[in-house]
């Protein structure tokens, strides 16, 4: 969905433990940088391929990735973009979330209880081959190399300016990212819009649920006409009360 001038949302559909899901990354551009920001599942570089060519572009042309956090929808075909570039490709990250993108440490949700709950979970109708090919996955998940550091409150010097804001509790990390030309924010999962409402993240998926609700406060500093959701996708009803709402409730 085209949002704005050098702004888009992508939306990734495919199904997923036996339940069609659909996901939003974003893609901002300007005449020097195309930018994707988080990369999907593992597996769907053909889909974040599409999802680019519809809007004129390909992912060979990417210049820089950015990426929220560190779970495994949002880094899982992120080694598959950098190859699928024809020129070096800057990935940047924040500086909690760098060590788990880079495979330095197991991504925090990926306990051995909680990938034998996932691998359990899946329908008897699996072949067991998917299921033991998931299970692998889940314990040597994608990695790559974060080559540079975003610093909460850094305004990133492209495409208009892109600031980084600090929403910790979803991870201990988490990044969202202020598109300051179009007043856009790109929340990843520090917000999710489930039936047109704009809510906090599921408390289960959550390192810490009450700092991810007080780190939302952050984020009241800009004027937000648009939020993107990773999970739920494009919320435009007075942002910036509704972002409020949710911190306090």
Known sequence: MHLDKGIHMLQLS?????????IYPTLIWDTDNVILVDTAYPGQLPLLQEAILKIGFTIDK????????QDLDHIGSLPDVIQACS??????????????????????????????????????SVPLEWKNAFQRTLENPPRA?????????EELPFCGGIVAIDTPGHTPGHLSFYHKPSQI?????????VSGELL?????????????????????????KKVICFHGGLYEDNCNQRIAEVSKS
């Open 14 to 22: 495919s199904t997923i433990m036996g339940k069609t899901e659909s």
């Open 62 to 69: 990417l210049t820089l990735i950015l990426i929220t956090h």
């Open 87 to 124: 020129s070096a490709i800057q990935v940047l990250a924040g500086s909690i979330e760098k060590p788990y993108i880079q495979g330095e440490k197991q991504l925090i949700k990926l306990t051995p209880e909680a990938i034998a709950q996932a691998v359990n979970s899946m329908p008897e």
């Open 145 to 153: 190399v974060v080559n540079s550091i975003i610093v909460a409150g």
């Open 185 to 193: 924010l790109i929340a990843g999962d520090a917000l999710r819009v």
């Open 200 to 224: 906090a993240p599921d408390p289960q998926y959550c390192c810490d649920f009450n700092m991810a609700k007080e780190s939302l406060r952050n984020l009241l500093t800009y004027d937000i």
